[in-house]
């Protein structure tokens, strides 16, 4: 038997009801950000860890070859000489880096390290201009005369997406207003990049990682040694290092491999980005850049010429151990500050210093 009275309520006020919904609404503000720093902090380690996977598969390849990887595979100087025996449509260049083209493969590190990071599949289906089965030419000095996007079936197979490629903090996919760097190419105090413009540009696949070529990677050897030379980074334009010569030079533990950048600005609307392709290695000379800040309003925003990140204090690493350190913006940006010279001591392979950079990084355990 029901015996509630006539006048008994069954429900909310309205005043109940806002006030309810106020109480959910201050909760939920105070919970976003602890929410937000925890899913910035997994993507900070998925990202630490994908750094790592390419140390693990550039190891892997020095196994393979007894030598490590090029930064990349771009133009040498002239005199070009057949190779014996001969091979059609390919050459050996003799002579020492010649400068930006675009009559050469042009081909970034991680093209040839897709074999290395379970994507063997991928790596099988790139072909050489003569669609030759053998794939790709990874060899020190062996060049083809066309650049690896005028080859139909890799500019289709170029536009895969490969989640590994890219930090789950940046939104690297979105459409660019400019293009896609499609080669990087570093030559003497010029540091040079190519790109697809839009809009067969926004159909690559993209990437956040490229290897380091050090302070400003490899001058022409008939140049005096100059200021830069003892800060040549391990992954240059046709570069052959052992991890022997490393550790006796520098250490393996004391000088990067692989740095994570947005390929672009960080604030409003992206201008470039990196394909996997053929972006393989860039320079630190122009410093670290922050994601968060204009580039057009401040020095140390983030560009297409810098290692750069999203996250918020620092840029990640991966170095010749297979290591991931964070390395804090500092001053970098500024040419010759200290910070300046502690990044460049990081990114040479044959500077002797032995600066104490230890508060310039925090360490992103990857297990």
Same mark, same amino acid.
């Given at each position: 038997?029901?015996?509630r ?16 919904? @106020? ?9 976003l950000?602890?929410?937000q ?105 062996v060049?083809?005369?066309?650049m ?14 490969i ?55 490899? #001058?022409?050897?008939? #140049? ?33 491999m ?37 580039? @057009? ?36 940006t ?9 990044? #460049? ?14 508060s ?8």
């Open positions: 038997m029901d015996r009275s006539r006048g008994a309520r069954l429900g909310f006020t309205l005043i109940e009801l806002l006030v309810v919904i @106020a109480i959910i609404a201050i909760l939920m503000a105070l919970l950000p602890a929410i720093k925890v899913r910035e902090a997994a993507n900070k380690m998925l990202c630490a860890s994908n750094l790592k996977q390419l140390g693990i598969a550039t190891h892997n390849y020095h196994g393979d070859f007894n030598r490590l990887p090029a930064g990349q595979w771009n133009n040498g100087e002239a005199p070009y000489t057949p190779l014996n025996p001969p091979v059609a449509g390919k050459q050996r260049i003799s002579g020492p880096d010649g400068g930006f083209t675009f009559a050469a493969n042009n081909l970034g590190i991680l093209s040839c390290l897709l074999p290395y990071i379970e994507q063997d599949n991928l790596f099988k289906q790139l072909l050489d201009r003569n669609g030759s089965a053998d794939g790709l030419d990874f060899g020190l000095r060049m083809t005369t066309t690896w996007y005028q080859v139909s079936s890799n500019l289709t197979w170029g536009q895969t997406k989640k590994m490629l890219k930090c789950p903090s940046d939104t690297v996919d979105e459409q660019t207003t400019n293009g896609v760097f499609i080669v990087l190419h570093c030559q003497g105090l010029t540091f040079t990049g190519g790109y697809l413009p839009n809009p067969q540009g926004n159909t690559l696949g993209r990437t956040n990682y490229v290897g380091c070529q050090g302070v400003i990677g490899r #001058a022409s050897t008939e #140049a005096p040694p100059g200021f830069y030379r003892k800060w040549y980074g391990m992954l240059m334009n046709r570069s052959d290092y052992t991890l022997g010569q490393i550790t006796v030079k520098d250490g393996t533990s004391n000088t990067i692989f740095g994570e950048s947005l390929g672009g600005k960080g604030v409003g609307d992206r201008n470039f980005c990196y394909s996997w392709f053929g972006c393989g290695a860039m320079p630190t000379a122009w410093g670290l850049g922050k994601g968060n800040l204009d580039p @057009a309003i401040s020095p140390g925003g983030a560009e297409w010429y810098r290692f750069s990140s999203r996250h918020a204090a620092v840029v990640q690493f991966c170095f010749g151990d297979g290591s991931v350190r964070g390395l804090r913006h500092g001053t970098t500024t040419f010759f500050s200290p910070d300046w010279y502690i990044l #460049a001591q990081l990114s040479g392979i044959n500077d002797g210093d032995n600066n104490d950079w230890s310039s990084w925090t360490r992103c355990r990857v297990r």
